[in-house]
């Protein structure tokens, strides 16, 4: 692909890009337009964390799919001297009990070129020194989004293109699956485990992949009398402590792509608002290539090593 830089701008909650008027005028064409690429570090727990710059100055956003809105650490509050303001709306929630209830106003964010002005980033309460804040579909769901975590690259690229023509790192087939999007953020995908129908969330900032024991009974057959389930005992997941199972599950397809032997725990229903669905994590997920066209709402999977 050739390499097209394009400017774009931040309003209302987003990326919003700006081609110029020639460009505008031209017939479509099938081909992709990268508007960012942006070299992807591996946090110890597995997420992915991209560089971005606020107020000038160089942080690491932890990409987050699964998330609402993109947060800042209160270390960049503090080092920026920024003077957090009460949101008067809903109040949202970070991982598990964390309330976010406080935003700063970033006069200058950037993502490599691309800049945005006065844009809006809720205070989170982050635990670890590998990640200053998360960057959610708010920002992600304006473009495609590449990830390529083989090469640890993640690509931005502009939505607009002839459909269905964006598998560009291989010569084989991807699987193209339909995705759902919950209010603008959350995406759904179908997948298979073990022969069996459940949707799944993709959310890259989860550390664990999971399934409530409810969503485990209803979709999977498995319930808590089921002899292969085997105690974790009461451990931390999504931010509360509660009983976690393991067991052992063979496959989880994505159609025509398998991941053989998934780790996906079965956890007490408190811990998860969706009940109904798998979440899957990194470390699931990091096994893929996953090009997300949030306009298109489809996801082209592969096996992160295809060629």
């Avoid at 710059?53 to 920024?82: A, C, F, P, W």
């Avoid at 209830?101 to 006065?118: I, M, N, P, Q």
């Avoid at 590449?146 to 291989?170: M, S």
């Avoid at 179908?190 to 999971?210: C, R, Y």
Wanted: hydrophobic content about 40%; aromatic content about 8%.
């Amino acid at each position: 692909m050739t390499k097209k830089t394009t400017w774009v701008c931040f309003a209302a909650g987003l990326f919003l890009a700006v081609m110029p008027a020639h460009a505008q005028e031209q017939p479509p064409d099938c081909k992709l337009r990268i508007i960012a690429t942006l070299d992807m570090q591996t946090l110890p727990d597995g997420r992915v964390t991209i560089p971005g710059q606020i107020e000038g100055h160089d942080y690491r956003l932890m990409v987050d799919t699964g998330g609402y809105i993109n947060t800042v650490s209160q270390r960049v509050v503090k080092q920026e001297s920024y003077r957090p303001r009460r949101s008067q709306g809903t109040t949202l929630r970070g991982m598990g009990t964390t309330l976010l209830e406080d935003y700063v106003t970033v006069s200058d964010f950037a993502l490599g070129r691309l800049h945005g002005k006065d844009f809006v980033f809720f205070v989170d309460d982050f635990d670890s020194l590998g990640e200053d804040g998360t960057l959610a579909p708010q920002i992600l769901g304006a473009y495609d989004v590449d990830l390529d975590f083989a090469h640890g690259k993640l690509n931005l690229i502009y939505p607009e293109h002839c459909p269905g023509r964006v598998v560009y790192w291989t010569q084989t087939q991807a699987t193209v699956v339909p995705i759902e999007i919950e209010g603008k953020t959350h995406i759904r995908i179908p997948v298979t485990v073990d022969g069996k129908e459940i949707n799944a969330m993709v959310d890259t900032g989860a550390l664990t992949s999971f399934v409530t024991m409810r969503a485990a009974s209803s979709h999977l057959g498995i319930d808590e009398k089921n002899p292969a389930l085997k105690s974790r005992g009461s451990i931390p997941v999504n931010g509360m402590s509660a009983p976690v199972f393991n067991y052992p599950f063979q496959t989880l397809s994505f159609g025509g792509v398998t991941v053989n032997h998934p780790r996906v725990e079965i956890v007490s229903d408190n811990v998860w608002d969706d009940k109904n669905d798998l979440l899957l994590g990194i470390g699931i997920l990091r096994q893929l290539h996953l090009y997300i066209a949030y306009k298109e709402k489809k996801m082209y999977i592969t096996p992160a090593l295809a060629n």
